[in-house]
């Protein structure tokens, strides 16, 4: 079952069963657009006199009811326990996911609150008029400390997959094509740097895997930002979620032709987010040391995303511009997503002459 075919049968079919299943009689439910990638058909709920909620059907095969019950679960503990999280809402019967068997496809619903606010980008990345920006960034860190905070006293009733139950030198051999051997190579020894690493209770737990300004909404009036988006949530190194916000960071300053001007605004910024994640939970001056080398796993876990899209969609693997960098990083062992290398392009920020394979 497709994209397409979910949405066919919504106002038909789906959408009157999942309204009686989770009490949304009165609401008015909108399709939201999918972007790349998407790998769930999502409509907002709204209602004079009530909270807007976020309905999410999951039409993919490559999930299965354990998935989604410990991604759930997470959520709803995080939300316990004082994190910034759109909370999980239970249906009619009580249960925090619900299924639906159209054709003999099995569809997984859930219902979120929205959280208060909007995007970043709808509001043009301005942040609060007459605030300065470090107070965003100080609050992306701590409410992310927040979470790992509350993660290291979580013991899961349905345990979430690890991160080598992914990423592992089997699965990158069969997704990655043989033409790209040196790519394929570079990939496994990164896993076998990481698979040195400390994973105690400190530094590794349930982290959030995809933590960025478009899974996140931000409270104009108040700079609070609540999370939502836990479809990747894996058990993994808490540093993954911090080096994805670095990430993020670059965006600010992505158009900076001077390479020195660039690394300054990065230890600044980067600065200001350690500030509040640390004012929620601990970090070891050891684990912090890896910053680079988990900005290159970000480099790999975005590489095999992009193969994963063109499997999922049916499609041949190409290289675009984009991925051909991504790929020029992690073969040519360039650090910091080559934000400082002289491969860097402020007139076409992160793209490389596509390649062929």
Not at 35 to 46: F, P
Not at 111 to 117: I, P, R, V
Not at 248 to 268: L, S, Y
């Amino acid at each position: 079952m497709t994209y397409n075919d979910v949405v066919s049968i919504g106002d038909t079919y789906l959408l009157p069963v999942v309204t009686e299943l989770f009490g949304l009689e009165g609401y008015e439910i909108q399709l939201i657009p999918a972007h790349d990638g998407g790998r769930n058909v999502v409509y907002t709920c709204e209602k004079d006199g009530a909270d807007a909620k976020i309905l999410r059907i999951a039409f993919l095969p490559d999930r299965d009811r354990e998935d989604f019950m410990a991604e759930v679960e997470y959520i709803r503990y995080l939300f316990e326990h004082g994190g910034s999280v759109s909370n999980v809402v239970s249906s009619q019967k009580g249960n925090l996911l619900e299924e639906i068997t159209h054709n003999n496809h099995t569809l997984y619903i859930c219902l979120f609150e929205k959280a208060k606010g909007k995007l970043l980008v709808e509001n043009r990345y301005r942040y609060r008029e007459g605030v300065p920006l470090s107070e965003y960034f100080y609050n992306c860190g701590k409410v992310l400390g927040k979470l790992h905070h509350i993660s290291k006293g979580y013991t899961p009733v349905q345990r979430r997959y690890s991160f080598f139950d992914k990423f592992n030198a089997e699965y990158i051999n069969k997704l990655i094509p043989d033409s790209l051997s040196l790519l394929k190579k570079k990939l496994v020894e990164l896993l076998n740097t990481l698979e040195g690493l400390d994973t105690n209770r400190e530094s590794f737990g349930m982290l959030h895997f995809d933590y960025n300004d478009g899974n996140y909404s931000i409270d104009f009036d108040t700079g609070q930002i609540t999370v939502y988006d836990f479809d990747n949530s894996c058990f993994g190194w808490y540093m993954f979620d911090l080096a994805s916000i670095w990430g993020i960071g670059v965006g600010w300053i992505q158009f900076e032709p001077d390479a020195g001007k660039r690394k300054t605004f990065m230890d600044d910024y980067f600065e200001t987010v350690l500030a509040g994640y640390r004012s929620e939970t601990n970090l070891e001056d050891s684990m912090l040391d890896q910053l680079p080398l988990f900005i290159q796993v970000c480099v790999m876990e975005n590489i095999v995303d992009a193969f994963e899209c063109m499997r999922n969609n049916g499609e041949e693997p190409e290289c675009d511009e984009e991925l051909s960098y991504r790929i020029k990083c992690m073969e040519d062992d360039i650090p910091y997503k080559g934000f400082f290398h002289e491969i860097y392009s402020c007139e076409e920020p992160f793209q490389y002459e596509g390649r062929n394979m």
